[in-house]
């Protein structure tokens, strides 16, 4: 068992939730085309990006 | 009408035949029911019909400016007589009545049939659905697309001339282009978000699919409640930004080349302006999009999806809570990013979807990088508009040598449907409208009217 499956199983079990073989292969899957972007999200410096106050998706944001 | 079959007559057209008394609304629907009956099998678009439903839709129709014009509408919103299923086995939401539904009976609309759907909507392809996949107007064996393939099917193959479609990470622009019509994504909220079963997303808005700017403008003025006007600008000298990176990188050869020409014949001045964040939008917008559906979702639900659906709702259940955190900052980032590209554009524009269509049994596209899953590289074209907000519109520019469309994309500033139609319009015009009336084979047995 690799270090995925580790955590995907122990993730899994503690939230209470099973998982068979079929989804732990799509999880996989879904992890080779995701999971670059994702990692490359978690280490780029967004440190000093403000989130935007009271974003309405329907307007541009009111600052900049 | 000339003999032919009224839904090869267009939207606008076949609301002014009613209205100038040459086309009978009555035999208009029930020629839509017997087009959908014959055409669909192998398309798998349309979920349901219901003509006694729709009979009585047509009798209390109002006069307006789609007095008794057959729609398709996509499963995710309420109607009197159905519940919306997402794609899923069972109601997402109960019977009633949904804001869009009331626009359409408003505008005198018939609703004719609920569209197909990718499961719960969480995907591109169209090809997992509890009513199995969904077919493409140009290839029946190639995906049309999602997650509201079926709406762009239906019209792709001539079944309606119009269906509402849904779009929280591309799902309108995506499968439009791979039926090759014209899908507006419109501004957030833009249109009514009551009686959808994905209301609580801020990332989906609805929008009108249509086989033209035109049409798509009459069906789009009906869904947002107001008159979407043409010639807010001239639209022969537009400034376009074409962001390089990442959105016109590894494309298919020939869909980027039918998006330059399309782009080089419309004489628009072009800039290459540089977005910060884009190139963390695929994921920010897949992040938002999976974790706000979470919620929603019973372990009944869960249960019952099929094992992809199951597999990737599992995946999602494990990622961490900061990059949901990390993923609003780059929201922020790219809809400040967006705001001052309109300061020197007034558009921004750049292909689709990085490729056509792909073939149901083998949902994988062919990029320079290599064989990928649509959904990645879909969602990386269109999910920025959703975290930003803004509309975005379809125009088909060309046709793959694959025998399937290919389609460009206009995002415009919040508010600014009037001005991505006019745009629309003018790519169609600059095209000598080559693709926009380009015939699917399955429809080409119809007569010419």
């Given at each position: 068992m690799d270090a995925f499956e580790q955590h995907v199983r122990a993730g899994l079990e503690l939230a209470g939730v099973e998982i068979d073989d079929v989804e732990l292969a799509v999880m996989r899957a879904a992890d080779a085309v995701y999971g670059p972007g994702f990692r490359a999200l978690a280490e780029?410096?967004?440190?000093d990006v403000i989130l935007e106050p009271d974003l309405d998706p329907s307007r541009p944001p009111v600052e900049r | 009408m000339n003999g032919g079959h009224p839904q090869d007559l267009g939207l606008r057209a076949q609301a002014d035949a009613i209205a100038a008394g040459d086309l009978d609304p009555r035999e208009l629907l029930q020629a839509t029911l017997e087009r959908i009956a014959e055409r669909d099998g192998p398309l798998n678009s349309i979920v349901a019909t219901f003509p006694e439903e729709s009979e009585r839709m047509l009798a209390a129709a109002p006069p307006g400016p789609l007095h008794g014009v057959p729609i398709a509408i996509k499963d995710m919103f309420q109607l009197p007589w159905r519940g919306p299923r997402d794609g899923a086995p069972r109601e997402a939401l109960p019977a009633g009545e949904s804001g869009v539904y009331r626009a359409l009976r408003d505008a005198g609309a018939v609703i004719v049939g609920v569209t197909q759907m990718h499961f719960w909507g969480a995907g591109s392809t169209g090809h997992v659905s509890a009513y199995g996949p969904v077919g493409n107007a140009w290839n029946a064996e190639h995906c049309g697309g999602g997650s509201s393939g079926g709406s762009a099917t239906a019209t792709g193959a001539r079944l309606v001339a119009g269906a509402v479609g849904t779009d929280g990470g591309g799902s309108i622009r995506l499968p439009a282009a791979y039926n090759g019509i014209t899908g507006l994504k419109g501004t957030y909220g833009s249109a009514s978000r009551e009686g959808y079963t994905h209301a609580n997303s801020t990332m989906g808005a609805a929008g009108p699919m249509c086989r033209d700017a035109a049409d798509a403008r009459l069906l789009g003025s009906v869904l947002f409640g107001r008159d979407l006007a043409a010639g807010v600008a001239d639209a022969s000298g537009l400034r376009v930004g074409l962001?390089?990176?990442?959105?016109?990188?590894?494309?298919d050869p020939e869909v980027e080349r039918a998006c330059r020409t399309a782009v080089e014949a419309t004489g628009w001045r072009t800039s290459e302006p540089a977005l910060a964040g884009a190139e963390h939008a695929q994921v920010a917008a897949v992040l938002r999009l999976t974790l706000e559906g979470l919620p929603s979702l019973s372990e009944q639900d869960i249960a019952e999806a099929d094992p992809l659906t199951r597999g990737l709702v599992k995946y999602e259940l494990l990622l961490p809570a900061h990059w949901l955190v990390r993923a609003d900052r780059v929201r922020s980032l790219l809809r400040r990013a967006v705001a001052d590209a309109f300061a020197s554009c007034d558009l921004l524009v750049w292909p689709?979807?990085?490729?056509?269509a792909p073939r149901i049994d083998n949902p994988t596209v062919t990029l320079p990088s290599g064989p990928i899953a649509p959904d990645a590289v879909n969602v990386r074209q269109a999910g920025i508009a959703n975290l930003t907000g803004q509309p975005g519109i379809n125009v088909p520019v060309g046709v793959h040598s694959s025998g399937l469309p290919i389609g460009l994309q206009l995002l415009g500033p919040w508010g600014g449907e009037e001005l991505l139609l006019d745009a629309a319009e003018h790519v169609e015009r600059a095209t000598s409208r080559e693709w926009v009336d380009a015939l699917p084979p399955t429809a080409s047995a119809s007569a010419q009217v």
């Open positions: 780029a410096d967004l440190g | 962001v390089r990176s990442p959105f016109w990188d590894d494309l689709t979807v990085a490729a056509p």
